[in-house]
């Protein structure tokens, strides 16, 4: 075979490639995919290496020989249409075998067709099956000194029923059989944030005087330097010591429920891509590959496939709730608190009437009863309307009122504050077709700072950024009920 590649190269190339492979009766695939699955939704994710001039469709049934020409006849069989990778298949059974096809068609017409993948959610891992795992993982955002409590960490970023994970907890849970690719994403071991984790040891934090425990991620490869005292999975994870800073691995009993990152969660509202010199283009863009508008939610949401319970903007997926917690349609002119049907958490919307959460009431953060770092903080700072004017008397209030219904509302943590930020909007940055009256300004967290006692995150809705101030500040406050 010879290919000249002069003159419109990439084309021509192309071109001669595809017309030698027909010649010569080669049957060419799609690229394999991937899939994330979401058992808990009862949905997938898939995606693959996407060629920007190439469609794709997907076919899913529960035949292991279905004829995709001829889906309608299979059991379940359905087809979804110039999809894009990112893609979620939704409405799947637990514990119940599908097979999915991807088929990719060139500019030409001509088209490929890869091999049935089988999928299955397993309902070992939904959550509120019988059978879901005891212990969930989950590691801190923040570093935190050597010596500084590895349980005041994990309390103050995950909630009272939050514990330091202990490394034979790891290796029961790798025994057990359940996906380290969940582990992994929940402990966000990953090079974003980092591939290692202070643990306990049999419930010991240090080694020796000063080397406390630790896990890193080796994936198999382990540097040569490095002291292994145990390890799984072929040093897949292994257990070391030393002095150094390190972020927390934290575990919660039970069901998972907690006040730390949710097992469902937003995706960042950003449903467009770049070119690295115009924001606002459409997905994908020829060579910007693996853009945050070309996964996730928002791209579903963006492409039409994704299924949700209410509405919103890009892949948020939000209910109105009246006076009583009773749901609304999203054509309601008037609501009093709004769920997140991704992460479950139930969310006050301010007003403008003046009075108790009217969104000029500032307040400072006074936290005498949840995590603090040892200072509760500065009791009526701020400015308002109904209540002392802390975060801690506004709580007191709003649940003696009992606000939708309910009487368990709270100051939000750092995470499920930034959970509701929408990422491509600023000046504020956040659906405002359901929470109205949100001013571009700084809201409260529960999250106390590692930086010092005197300290706590907040979340600045001009733009969705967070960062901390002095407890003796003021700022608004959005309260929060579910999670915990």
Same mark, same amino acid.
């Given at each position: 075979?010879?290919?000249?590649?002069?003159?419109?190269?990439?084309?021509?190339?192309?071109?001669?490639?595809?017309?030698?492979?027909?010649?010569e009766?080669?049957?060419?695939?799609?690229?394999?995919?991937?899939?994330?699955?979401?058992?808990?939704?009862?949905?997938?994710?898939?995606?693959?290496?996407?060629?920007?001039?190439?469609?794709?469709?997907?076919?899913?049934?529960?035949?292991?020989?279905?004829?995709?020409?001829?889906?309608?006849?299979?059991?379940?069989?359905?087809?979804?249409?110039?999809?894009?990778?990112?893609?979620?298949?939704?409405?799947?059974?637990?514990?119940?075998?599908?097979?999915?096809?991807?088929?990719?068609?060139?500019?030409?017409?001509?088209?490929?067709?890869?091999?049935?993948?089988?999928?299955?959610?397993?309902?070992?891992?939904?959550?509120?099956?019988?059978?879901?795992?005891?212990?969930?993982?989950?590691?801190?955002?923040?570093?935190?000194?050597?010596?500084?409590?590895?349980?005041?960490?994990?309390?103050? !970023? =995950?909630? +009272? @029923? &939050? /514990?330091?994970?202990?490394? *034979?907890?790891?290796?029961?849970?790798?025994?057990d059989?359940n996906?380290?690719? !969940? =582990?992994? +994403? @929940? &402990? /966000?071991?990953?090079?974003? *944030?980092?591939?290692?984790?202070?643990?306990?040891?049999?419930?010991?934090?240090?080694?020796?005087?000063?080397?406390?425990?630790?896990?890193?991620?080796?994936?198999?490869?382990?540097?040569?330097?490095?002291?292994?005292?145990d390890?799984?999975?072929?040093?897949?994870?292994?257990?070391?010591?030393?002095?150094?800073?390190?972020?927390?691995?934290?575990?919660?009993?039970?069901?998972?429920?907690?006040?730390?990152?949710?097992?469902?969660l937003?995706?960042?509202?950003?449903?467009?891509?770049?070119?690295?010199?115009?924001?606002?283009?459409?997905c994908?863009?020829a060579?910007?590959?693996?853009?945050?508008?070309?996964?996730?939610?928002?791209?579903?949401?963006?492409?039409?496939?994704?299924?949700?319970?209410?509405?919103?903007?890009?892949?948020?997926?939000?209910?109105?709730?009246?006076?009583?917690?009773?749901?609304?349609?999203?054509?309601?002119?008037?609501?009093?608190?709004?769920?997140?049907?991704?992460?479950?958490?139930?969310?006050?919307?301010?007003?403008?009437?003046?009075?108790?959460?009217?969104?000029?009431?500032t307040?400072?953060?006074?936290?005498?009863?949840?995590?603090?770092?040892?200072?509760?903080?500065?009791?009526?700072?701020?400015?308002?309307?109904?209540?002392?004017?802390?975060?801690?008397?506004?709580?007191?209030?709003?649940?003696?009122?009992?606000?939708?219904?309910?009487?368990?509302?709270?100051?939000?943590?750092?995470?499920?504050?930034?959970?509701?930020?929408?990422?491509?909007?600023?000046?504020?940055?956040?659906?405002?077709?359901?929470?109205?009256?949100?001013?571009?300004?700084?809201?409260?967290?529960?999250?106390?700072?590692?930086?010092?006692?005197?300290?706590?995150?907040?979340v600045?809705?001009?733009?969705?950024?967070?960062?901390?101030?002095?407890?003796?500040?003021?700022?608004?406050?959005?309260?929060?009920?579910g999670?915990?």
């Amino acid at each position: 075979m010879d290919i000249q590649a002069d003159g419109y190269a990439g084309h021509a190339v192309y071109e001669q490639i595809v017309d030698w492979l027909q010649e010569e009766d080669v049957q060419l695939k799609p690229p394999s995919p991937e899939f994330e699955s979401d058992a808990s939704q009862g949905q997938v994710t898939m995606r693959w290496d996407q060629r920007s001039d190439w469609t794709y469709n997907v076919f899913v049934s529960r035949d292991a020989d279905c004829d995709v020409r001829n889906y309608t006849s299979c059991t379940e069989g359905r087809m979804m249409a110039d999809v894009v990778s990112g893609v979620t298949i939704g409405d799947l059974d637990r514990d119940v075998d599908y097979y999915v096809v991807l088929e990719a068609k060139d500019e030409q017409g001509n088209a490929w067709l890869q091999d049935a993948k089988k999928i299955r959610l397993d309902a070992a891992h939904g959550d509120d099956d019988e059978t879901d795992r005891s212990t969930h993982f989950f590691g801190t955002e923040d570093t935190y000194a050597h010596d500084f409590s590895r349980a005041d960490a994990c309390v103050a !970023e =995950f909630g +009272q @029923d &939050a /514990r330091v994970a202990d490394w *034979y907890e790891v290796v029961a849970y790798y025994e057990d059989g359940n996906s380290m690719t !969940e =582990f992994f +994403q @929940d &402990a /966000r071991l990953n090079s974003e *944030y980092g591939r290692s984790l202070a643990v306990l040891r049999d419930g010991e934090q240090y080694f020796s005087s000063s080397r406390t425990y630790f896990i890193s991620r080796h994936d198999g490869d382990v540097p040569g330097t490095y002291l292994v005292h145990d390890e799984i999975g072929g040093n897949l994870i292994s257990l070391g010591s030393w002095h150094n800073d390190r972020r927390v691995l934290c575990v919660v009993d039970g069901d998972g429920a907690m006040a730390g990152p949710a097992k469902r969660l937003n995706d960042t509202g950003i449903d467009w891509c770049v070119d690295g010199d115009t924001n606002n283009l459409a997905c994908p863009v020829a060579g910007y590959p693996g853009q945050d508008g070309d996964f996730g939610r928002d791209a579903a949401a963006r492409d039409g496939n994704l299924e949700k319970v209410g509405d919103g903007a890009a892949g948020f997926d939000f209910t109105k709730l009246d006076a009583n917690g009773n749901s609304l349609p999203a054509s309601a002119t008037e609501w009093s608190c709004v769920r997140d049907n991704v992460t479950g958490l139930i969310w006050e919307v301010k007003t403008t009437d003046g009075g108790l959460r009217d969104r000029d009431n500032t307040y400072s953060w006074y936290q005498p009863d949840g995590p603090n770092m040892g200072n509760p903080g500065t009791q009526n700072g701020g400015n308002c309307v109904g209540s002392n004017c802390d975060t801690h008397g506004f709580v007191q209030v709003v649940n003696d009122q009992g606000l939708c219904g309910a009487n368990d509302w709270r100051l939000p943590t750092r995470d499920e504050l930034r959970s509701i930020a929408h990422q491509g909007r600023t000046n504020p940055a956040i659906d405002e077709a359901y929470f109205p009256n949100t001013r571009s300004s700084h809201f409260w967290s529960a999250s106390p700072s590692a930086g010092g006692s005197d300290r706590a995150w907040f979340v600045n809705f001009d733009f969705g950024r967070d960062y901390w101030h002095f407890k003796s500040f003021t700022n608004r406050v959005r309260l929060v009920r579910g999670g915990q």
